[in-house]
């Protein structure tokens, strides 16, 4: 009787596997020098799976038939292909992605004029720009330094105990009842918006969406801040999900019919 349950259970799991038809296809990704590539992201647009070439330049993802794969990474174009019968019955299947190259129509050297004094040359050139420690040599911390935007309960705290701490700043807090945190604070949740954008269009690459949604360069980032603003594509592409963020990409051209 248990022989009778396994054999329906296999044959019913067989029947099952052949119904979706779907399986596990294996490959890996080259350069145009025959390098494999580690970190492409391998899309299949159509079931939304995704995963990552390791090291070796290595993938396995889950497809069907006439499953869409797009293999994108940053400094190579992007390719996509189909899972037609040929692909599917493979054992592996061998991926080839062209890089970018930046070409200079013209390139023109000059003396440089330079007189070995770092400071000198840095005024002499006659730009304005913050310095950091190591610019000049000097040990020290690195970074441009944010104006400091203390929180409502912070201030709050400190007017409470102006008594025992022997006053208030003035400044701070003329900033915080002329609204002027909360406005520096709004520009700097805008800024890193605005950087984020940026990253999710270096991430899939300008190729992409010219190719995928026909845009011009012009518009791809209004098009990306329009989607950043009307779907959840932060939390997502953060999260890696990052078919999800290209289905969020294709609601949004639907829905601002391009």
Do not use: C
Not at 19 to 27: A, Q, S, W
Not at 69 to 80: E, G, P, T, V
Not at 147 to 159: A, C, M, R, V, Y
């Amino acid at each position: 009787m248990r022989k009778i349950i396994f054999l329906f259970l296999l044959v019913s799991f067989y029947s099952f596997s052949q119904n979706n038809n779907d399986k596990f296809i294996e490959g890996i990704v080259y350069n145009d020098n025959s390098y494999s590539i580690e970190g492409v992201h391998v899309l299949n647009i159509t079931s939304n799976e995704a995963t990552i070439t390791n090291s070796e330049g290595n993938f396995k993802i889950l497809v069907k038939l006439n499953d869409e794969l797009i293999f994108s990474a940053i400094q190579f174009k992007r390719n996509k292909i189909t899972i037609n019968q040929e692909i599917f019955d493979s054992l592996s299947i061998i991926v080839y992605l062209e890089e970018f190259v930046n070409e200079l129509d013209e390139v023109i050297l000059n003396s440089s004029g330079l007189s070995g004094s770092l400071m000198n040359d840095l005024q002499n050139t006659g730009i304005v720009k913050d310095l950091n420690f190591d610019d000049i040599g000097i040990p020290g911390y690195t970074g441009i330094r944010k104006e400091d935007i203390p929180s409502s309960s912070q201030l709050t705290k400190e007017l409470l105990l102006a008594p025992l701490t022997g006053g208030v700043d003035i400044e701070r807090m003329y900033n915080w009842f002329s609204g002027y945190y909360k406005e520096k604070r709004k520009e700097r949740e805008f800024k890193n918006d605005y950087s984020l954008v940026d990253q999710i269009i270096k991430f899939y690459g300008l190729r992409f969406f010219i190719d995928e949604f026909e845009l011009s360069e012009d518009n791809i980032h209004e098009f990306v801040t329009s989607t950043y603003q009307n779907y959840p594509l932060e939390e997502n592409f953060k999260a890696g999900n990052y078919t999800l963020v290209i289905d969020y990409f294709k609601k949004n051209f639907k829905r601002l019919n391009y």
